[in-house]
């Protein structure tokens, strides 16, 4: 399986440690040089995410080229402009992304983006990791991520867990 990953999805994953559950869920991963830059920005400029490391077993790839459709819209970011144009190049899996637009940009495309709760209820589903709760508390406490009651409701009780 190939999966090309956007940057919110890894850093999240790397701010409740649980990146690891990443190549045993999807395999092969690969990350724009351009989502590698933002992460390192974003781990310098916002304490939430200092001392955070990219993995290593992300491989980096950038596309041969951005795909129009994307460069032209103002509602994505560079590295979710690169992360779709490579998914498609390299004709990908699944794309790891979180942000409204790009999921909307990624299903335009063909393309099946998973977001970072996808990833943890699949992770809990195939016992990779005990609970789920706990890492949306810590997600939200710790990276500052938002998420609304009623998904979290859902997400909890797919893992089977009560809310």
Known sequence: MTVVTDTSVVLN?????????????????LAPTVVVQEFQQLVSSASRFQGLTFPLFIR????????????????????????????????????LMDETAGRHAAVALGLRPVGLLGILLEAKQRSLIPALAPLLDR??????????PTLRASVLSDAGESS
Not at 139 to 148: D, G, M, N, P
């Open 60 to 95: 980096q790839a950038s596309p041969q080229s951005l795909l129009p459709s994307l460069t032209a819209s103002s509602r994505l970011q560079a590295g979710e402009i690169a992360a779709l144009s490579l998914a498609v190049e390299l004709r990908a899996d699944a794309v």
């Open 13 to 29: 994953l790397c701010v409740i440690e649980r990146q690891e559950v990443l190549p045993v869920l999807f395999g092969e991963i």
């Open 139 to 148: 997600l939200e406490k710790e990276a500052q991520f938002w998420v609304s």
